[in-house]
């Protein structure tokens, strides 16, 4: 894990807003933290021996302990591997207002054993 202020992941955020535009700034932030929310599912899905909802709250909760804010489960259908998460106290919202942006972790759940298509993220209230 690397240890970082909360402004960089902003920064670069609008760094690429600046570069390439708000689209390709959302599909870049989606697709990487796609990959990286299904990894840390699936790693602790097999080190905790752990699945569905439960693999769900973990990573919400390392997500708080680590930084992005404080998750809260809104609605969660395992068995259609969707939810509605709200988040407060986002870097990401106290830096863009009470419509902020969060690309990385808005989009569909994908439980583990469903497929990995992407569908694109829609804009998130982060704060």
Partial sequence: MI?????????????????????????????????????????QRKAEKIAGIETVQKYLGSMSIRGWGKF???????????????????????????????FATVGRVQWPGQSRSLSMPRDSTSK
């Fill in 72 to 102: 809260k489960i809104v609605q969660l259908d395992e068995r259609r591997g969707k939810g509605i998460f709200r988040l407060y106290q986002s870097a990401f919202g106290e830096e863009y207002g009470p419509k902020g942006r969060l």
């Fill in 3 to 43: 240890i970082t202020p909360r402004w960089f992941f902003v920064n670069v955020q609008k760094e690429l807003e600046k570069a390439g535009g708000l689209k390709l700034a959302k599909e870049v932030y989606y697709r990487a933290g796609f990959e990286s929310a299904y990894k840390y599912c699936q790693t």
